[in-house]
C-alpha cells in the first residue's frame, strides 16, 4: 500500500516502510527501514524550508493521472505513485523499485532491475539482520555509461572521473569519506549515512552499502549545472561562515616550533623582511600531555604576551589541539568513568599509541564535546588564542579495526565517519558562544556538512615527492565537488622532504606556486634532517624537523617563494570575493573546468589544471625537471580568451598549447577582460610583465 502523510509518500510491502519527502527545492530524501520507525537523527541534513511537491497517481500505461492533496493522510494506490518537486520526479514502480527524473523527464537514476527472470532472491535494495537489531544495508542502481562522477571526497588514488572505482567509506588519514557524487547527468546523491561501509561505482551497476546501520538514508538534487547542483547541496547540508581575512594570507608552519621563543622569532623575521605573514601555527605537543589542553609553561611561558606581539605584527595564532588524553593525563580518569571516550569492545580501552597510551574523546557524547571545550577555553581561548587546527580527526586509530571501537552513538561501524564533524561543530559552536562568527578551523578529516562549521579541511600527511603533489591536485577538485570549499595541503609535502635535496628543493617551489592558488596557502612539513626531542618531560618529549621557512632553502628559492606570497596579497580582493561567493552560494574556491565550461566535452575530463575562481586558470607543474607543459584551455573559438599571465599572449578556448614553466612561473591564464587580475602578476614581479 502507498498513502501520503502530509507531504510524505510512504510505501509499506512485505515488512519494509520507504518513506519520500521534498527536502529542500528540487530535492528528495529516501528512508527505507524494516524497525518500527525511522531514527530522529538528519545527520548531514539541516531543516528543510517549506516546498511544494505534486503527488500523483499513474495510469495502467505509466502517465500521470489525477493529483493528490499533498497537505492529507490518504492512500494513493496498492502499488504505484509520483512525486514531483520542480526539477526532480520520483517513481514508484509496480515492483516497489524507484526511478529518478529529471523535469524534462530523462531518468537520471534507477534502481537496478536484474535482466534475467531466473535470478531469484537478489533484491536492489536489502537490510540484513545483524545481531542487535541493527542492518546490513545494500543498494543498487543502474550505471548509465555516458555518466561522469566526481566527489565522495579525499581518496589517494589520482582518481578524477571516480566511474568504475570502487571507494571504502571510512575516515582514515590523507582519506576523507564525503560520500556526495556530483553527476554528468545532472543529479547530485548523498548517502546520507555515517557507517563504515563501501561504494561501487561500476560499469554494470552502482552500489552503496552500509555495513551496520538501522537504516537506509539518501538525498538527491536535480538542477542544469554543476553550480546550481552543489549549491543546492550546501542550502541542504549547510553553507560555510565567511573566511576570516587572515585565511587568505600567507600561513607559516612546520612540525613543530618547539618553544615560544623559537616561534616568535620566525614571526619577527618574516616581519623584519616586510613579508605579510598573516598566520603561523604551533604544531602538537605544545601541551604538558595528552588530554591537558594547555601549554606547558617550562617552554611555553608567556602566551598571552605571544598573542599580544604576533596581533601587533598582523599575525593570527593557531594552535594545535588534539582529541586524545593520556592515560596520565589528570583527567583521564573522570573522563573514562563518566564514559566521555572512546571504549573499545573488547581488551584495553586504549585507542592509540604516540608518545603515551591514549584514548580519543568520543564527539558523540555532547556531555564529552562540552567537557574538551571547557578545558580549551580555560586554557588556551582565555589566553587569547581564537583560532585552533584539529588534528587526528578521522580519529587516528593505532589499528583502524572499525568494528573495535564503540561511541555513545553506537559503534564506530554505525556512526564513525561523522566524527570529524562533530569535532569540528565542538569548537565552531564554543566559539560562536566568544562571539566569532567569522571562523575557520584546519582539520584533517570532515564528513558531509563539516562546511558549515568552518572546517579547513587538507590532504593530511602525504610523501613529499612529485607524484603525491599531482595527485593532490585531483584531490583538491574532488573535495571541491563535495561542497567543502576550503581545503589545502601541506605545501611541499609531510614526509621525507630533505631541506639539502635539489630535488625536494624544486619540488618546493613547485608546490608553492600550487599552494597559492588553493583556497588557503600553508607552508607545512617534516623536514630532514630532523631535531632531537628537548627533554624526558612534558612538550618536551617530542623532537621536530629541520627549519622550514622560506629562507630555509637558499637565496634563489627564497625570492621565488616570496614573490608568490606577493601574488597572494595582490589577490586578496579576488580572493576575498571567492570566499564570500563560497559564504552566500556555496561555489567553490577552486574548481573543475568543466564547473563553468560544462559544454566543453573536453573540460571533464581534465584533471591536472583547474580554475581557481572563475577568472584564474591553473596548471601546476607536477615533475621534476620540466620546464614546459601543455595546457589546455576551456571554452569556445572566437568567444573564449584566454591571456597568459606572465607575457599577455593571447589565445582561443577550445585548443590545447605548450607554454613556458620555468621555476619562478606557474602556467597561469586569465580570463579575457579581467585587466586587473592582470596587473596583479605585473606588480608582484617587481618588474612588469616579461615578454618569454
Known amino acids: 500500500m502507498i498513502r501520503t502523510d502530509g507531504e510524505k509518500l510512504i510505501r509499506m510491502y512485505q515488512g519494509e516502510t520507504m518513506q519520500i519527502e521534498a527536502w529542500g527545492e528540487n530535492s528528495l530524501r529516501v528512508r527505507i527501514t524494516r524497525l518500527e520507525e525511522f531514527e530522529k537523527e538528519d545527520w548531514a541534513l539541516l531543516a528543510p524550508k517549506p516546498c511544494q511537491v505534486q503527488i500523483l497517481t499513474e495510469g495502467k500505461d505509466g502517465t500521470a493521472e489525477t493529483g493528490v492533496q499533498a497537505n492529507t493522510a490518504q492512500a494513493v494506490s496498492d502499488d504505484t505513485a509520483v512525486m514531483k518537486n520542480g526539477k526532480l520526479q520520483v517513481r514508484i514502480k509496480e515492483n516497489g523499485k524507484l526511478v529518478f527524473t529529471n523535469s524534462e523527464g530523462k531518468v537520471l537514476l534507477s534502481e537496478y532491475d536484474f535482466p534475467n527472470i531466473f535470478v531469484s532472491g537478489i533484491r536492489s535494495r536489502q537490510l540484513r539482520s545483524l545481531d542487535g537489531g541493527n542492518f546490513h544495508a545494500s543498494l543498487l542502481f543502474d550505471a548509465q555509461p555516458e555518466e561522469k562522477l566526481y566527489g565522495m571526497g579525499q581518496y589517494q588514488n589520482g582518481q578524477f572521473n571516480v566511474k568504475g572505482s570502487f571507494l571504502e567509506l571510512a575516515q582514515r588519514n590523507t582519506q576523507i569519506t564525503i560520500p556526495f557524487v556530483y553527476s554528468s547527468l545532472g543529479y547530485g546523491f548523498l548517502w546520507n549515512n555515517p557507517a563504515v561501509g563501501r561504494t561501487s561505482f561500476g560499469n554494470n551497476m552502482t552500489e552503496w552499502e552500509a555495513y551496520c546501520t538501522r537504516q537506509m538514508d539518501f538525498w538527491i538534487t536535480a538542477g542544469d549545472s554543476p553550480a546550481e547542483i552543489l549549491s543546492r547541496y550546501l542550502q541542504a547540508t549547510g553553507m560555510p561562515p565567511m573566511m576570516p581575512e587572515y585565511g587568505m594570507g600567507f600561513w607559516q608552519c612546520k612540525l613543530r616550533y618547539q618553544t615560544q621563543e623559537e616561534l616568535l622569532g620566525v614571526a619577527r623575521e618574516y616581519h ?54 593520556s592515560v596520565y593525563a589528570p583527567l583521564y580518569g573522570q573522563m573514562r568513568d563518566d564514559g566521555m571516550l572512546v571504549n573499545t569492545e573488547g581488551g584495553v580501552n586504549i585507542n592509540m599509541l604516540m608518545i603515551d597510551p591514549t584514548s580519543f574523546v568520543d564527539m558523540t557524547n555532547e556531555n564529552a564535546r562540552d567537557f574538551m571545550w571547557r578545558q580549551i577555553k580555560k586554557n588556551y581561548v582565555d589566553k587569547g588564542i581564537r583560532s585552533f587546527w584539529l588534528d587526528v580527526a578521522e580519529p587516528e586509530y593505532s589499528g583502524h579495526d572499525y568494528h573495535a571501537y564503540r561511541y555513545r552513538k553506537g559503534s564506530s561501524m554505525e556512526v564513525g565517519n561523522v566524527y570529524p564533524l562533530l569535532y569540528a561543530k565542538m569548537v565552531y559552536e564554543g566559539m560562536e558562544k566568544e562571539g566569532e562568527k567569522e571562523q575557520v578551523s584546519l582539520i584533517r578529516s570532515a564528513w558531509a556538512g563539516s562546511q558549515r562549521y568552518g572546517a579547513l579541511a587538507w590532504s593530511g600527511d602525504i610523501r613529499s615527492d612529485f607524484d603525491t603533489m599531482k595527485k593532490q591536485v585531483v584531490c583538491g577538485l574532488q573535495m571541491s565537488m563535495s561542497g567543502i570549499p576550503w581545503w589545502n595541503t601541506d605545501i611541499g609535502g609531510f614526509h621525507a622532504g630533505d631541506v639539502n635535496d635539489p630535488e625536494f628543493r624544486e619540488l618546493l617551489l613547485r608546490w608553492f606556486a600550487y599552494g597559492t592558488f588553493c583556497p588557503v596557502m600553508r607552508l607545512h612539513g617534516s623536514r630532514i634532517p630532523g631535531k632531537p626531542a628537548m627533554s624526558t618531560e612534558g612538550g618536551g618529549r617530542c623532537g621536530s624537523g629541520a627549519d622550514n621557512e622560506i629562507w630555509s632553502y637558499g637565496e634563489e628559492n627564497y625570492e621565488i617563494m616570496k614573490s608568490y606570497i606577493e601574488i597572494r596579497e595582490k589577490l586578496r580582493p579576488y580572493t576575498r570575493r571567492l570566499m564570500e561567493e563560497a559564504h552566500e552560494k556555496g561555489a567553490p574556491v577552486i574548481r573543475p573546468l568543466f564547473y563553468e565550461f560544462a559544454q566543453d566535452l573536453t573540460a571533464w575530463d581534465i584533471s591536472d589544471e583547474y580554475l581557481y575562481g572563475p577568472d584564474l586558470l591553473i596548471a601546476p607543474v607536477t615533475e621534476y625537471g620540466k620546464r614546459t607543459r601543455e595546457v589546455y584551455l576551456p571554452g569556445t573559438p572566437k568567444k573564449d580568451i584566454w591571456v597568459n599571465a606572465w607575457n599577455k599572449e593571447r589565445f582561443e578556448g577550445g585548443q590545447r598549447i605548450v607554454c613556458r614553466a620555468p621555476l619562478e612561473q606557474i602556467p597561469v591564464f586569465v580570463r579575457q577582460g579581467k585587466e586587473s587580475l592582470l596587473k596583479v602578476f605585473e606588480q608582484a614581479a617587481g618588474k612588469g610583465v616579461q615578454d618569454l
Open 272 to 325: 623584519r623582511r616586510g613579508i605579510p605573514l598573516a598566520a603561523i601555527v604551533i604544531d602538537f605537543f605544545q601541551w604538558t600531555l595528552e588530554g591537558t589542553w594547555d601549554f606547558d609553561s617550562q617552554y611555553w611561558p608567556d602566551p598571552e604576551g605571544m598573542v599580544r606581539e604576533l596581533k601587533e605584527m598582523g599575525i593570527q595564532l593557531i594552535v594545535s589541539v588534539w582529541p586524545t588524553v
